[in-house]
Every structure is written in structure tokens, then in C-alpha cells.
């Protein structure tokens, strides 16, 4: 049994989508990468902390029924002034915008890819909130497990967020600035050598402007000045850059050809052998292989495929 938010909305919308969409993908694999700290799976629902424009903010949603194309999203704390600006997170925090009709189609093309698109049809893709956010929780999940990603970033959360003026449940803080990131020292980090230099580095050039974009997408080429520079930096490799592209900038057809989980997905099915080959492939599916990313990893067992259960 989860803990209950104990919190009353002081404002609430219907956040509006085009159906279908699996809900178990996108809620499951939010919930199972939730930074302690700053996002929860609260009584069969997602909270998290939100920087609004009145300061912070805290939103709950839950996974749409059978048959709806709308989420309903609970402000449960900042102003109700902000809730426009808490609908245009979630929209984008939860991938509200897309249309399956322009993405299912084109997978579907591919013979290996059309039994998983008809199986689970309208996957999207688990944004974040925000760019700079993005980036250091994927350097924070090089080479690491899931638990271990949010055990790292939920620390940085707990030195450096910003505090809510009270709790809701779990969530206690809004995720850190850049410039509250600063502060951060090799000391209390829990890393090796290497993958301190790359989020000190990171943190230092994120101060200095890079990514420095509202959520959501920025002008096509999809934040690629941005992402040159995200590349240039010590120890952010292929995997890294993508990932933000991906969850950070809205690029659809970014792609991870050597992550972990989908080329097991990709060896088990017969797509490819290795994260060239797999690569080759994907030109198939683009302009929108982010998503193709999202039926690869849902093809296999995974926490983050299912929404959590007795909790």
C-alpha cells in the first residue's frame, strides 16, 4: 500500500489525447525510474514537483481508463494560477501531443515490428521536465542500473533541490538548477573518477547556457547546436546525447542502437546482432525510431513495462 498524498487539488484539468494510449508503457516506465525526491507513484497515480512560474508546484496523474483520451491532472500544490503551465508540462511530460496514426503505421511496415505496434498500440515516449534535467539524470544512469540511477540522482536532489514549503507523500523537492548544481563537489559523489569529471563538467556547462530551453521542442533541427556542444563534452558519448534528444528535446527519431535493453530485444527477435546492424535497421523506422525504442524495450520483461502493482 503506497502513502496517500493526503492533499486536496486546488485545481484540476482534463489534459485532452489522441487514442489509443498504452498506459501501462508510459505510466510503468515513469514510475520505475521516479527520482526519490521529486516523483512518486502515489495511490495508482503519478506525482512529481514541478518548477511553475508562482514557484513550486506539485501535479498528480493518473493512468487513463479503457476508452478515454483524457488524463486528469490534479494541481496539489502551487498556485492555481499556474495550472495552464502545469497542463503544458504534463502534455509534454507525458507525450500527450503525439498521434499514433503518424507513428503506429510506419513501424507497422516493418514485418518484425507490426505483431508488437498491433499488440500495443499509441506507446509514447516518457519525457522529462525539461532538457537540462534530462542530461544529468543520464549521466547519473551510465552504465548503471535503474535502482542505481535513482539512488544517485535522488542524493543530488536531497543536497540540491529547491525544498517544497511542505510535502506531498514523497515528493519533497523540485528538481535542481543548473546554478544550484554547481555546488555540487567530487566528494559527495558516489561515482568513479571518470563519471564525476562528466557531470561536473556537464553541470559547469549547463550553468554557462547549454540546454538552456524551456520543456518541449525547440526549433527543428531538433536542438542540434545544443546537442554538438552536449557531444563535445568529456564522457557524454552516443547514448547520452540521444537520450536527451530523445527525452529532453522531443527529437522522435533519436534513436539508441547500443543500449543495453534493446539490443537483447533486438537479438531476441531476430532484428540484428549488434548495435551497427541494429543501427542499419532503424532507418526503416524514422522518422519516428524513438518510438520503435519503445516497442524494443517493451518486448522484453521489465519493471518499467507494467504499471506497479499493490502500490
Do not use: K
Request: charged share 15%; aromatic share 4%; hydrophobic share 50%.
Amino acid at each position: 500500500m503506497s502513502e496517500s498524498t493526503g492533499t486536496q487539488p486546488l485545481a484540476a484539468a482534463r489534459v485532452a489525447f489522441t487514442p489509443p494510449l498504452h498506459a501501462p508503457q508510459l505510466f510503468g516506465h515513469l514510475a520505475a525510474t521516479a527520482v526519490p525526491g521529486v516523483e512518486a507513484w502515489t495511490d495508482g497515480a503519478l506525482v512529481r514537483s514541478l518548477a511553475l512560474p508562482g514557484g513550486p508546484g506539485v501535479v498528480r496523474v493518473a493512468p487513463p481508463g479503457p476508452g478515454e483520451d483524457a488524463v486528469v491532472l490534479e494541481l496539489l500544490r502551487g498556485s492555481p494560477d499556474d495550472l495552464p503551465a502545469a497542463v503544458a508540462a504534463v502534455r509534454w511530460w507525458l507525450d500527450l501531443d503525439v498521434d499514433p496514426a503518424a507513428v503506429d503505421p510506419v513501424l507497422a511496415r516493418d514485418a518484425v515490428l507490426a505483431p508488437l505496434v498491433a499488440a500495443a498500440p499509441g506507446r509514447r515516449v516518457p519525457r522529462s521536465a525539461g532538457a537540462a534535467e534530462t542530461a544529468v539524470r543520464a549521466v547519473l544512469g551510465q552504465q548503471v542500473s535503474t535502482a542505481a540511477a535513482r539512488t544517485h540522482t535522488g542524493r543530488l536532489v536531497a543536497a540540491h533541490g529547491t525544498p517544497l514549503p511542505a510535502p506531498v507523500a514523497s515528493v519533497t523537492h523540485v528538481f535542481p538548477t543548473p546554478a544550484q548544481l554547481t555546488a555540487v563537489t567530487a566528494a559527495e559523489l558516489a561515482l568513479p573518477r571518470t563519471r564525476q569529471r562528466t557531470l561536473l563538467g556537464l553541470v559547469a556547462a549547463l550553468a554557462e547556457g547549454l540546454l538552456a530551453l524551456p520543456p518541449g521542442r525547440p526549433p527543428a533541427p531538433v536542438g542540434e547546436e545544443h546537442l554538438a556542444a552536449l557531444r563535445a563534452l568529456p564522457g557524454v558519448g552516443p547514448w547520452t546525447a540521444s537520450t536527451v534528444a530523445l527525452r529532453g528535446l522531443g527529437d522522435d527519431d533519436a534513436f539508441l542502437p547500443g543500449d543495453l535493453g534493446a539490443l537483447a530485444a533486438a537479438r531476441d527477435l531476430g532484428l540484428a546482432d549488434d548495435a551497427r546492424a541494429l543501427e542499419r535497421r532503424s532507418s526503416a523506422w524514422s522518422p519516428v525510431r524513438g518510438y520503435a525504442l519503445q516497442h524494443l524495450w517493451g518486448a522484453l520483461p521489465h519493471p518499467i513495462n507494467a504499471l506497479p502493482v499493490g502500490r
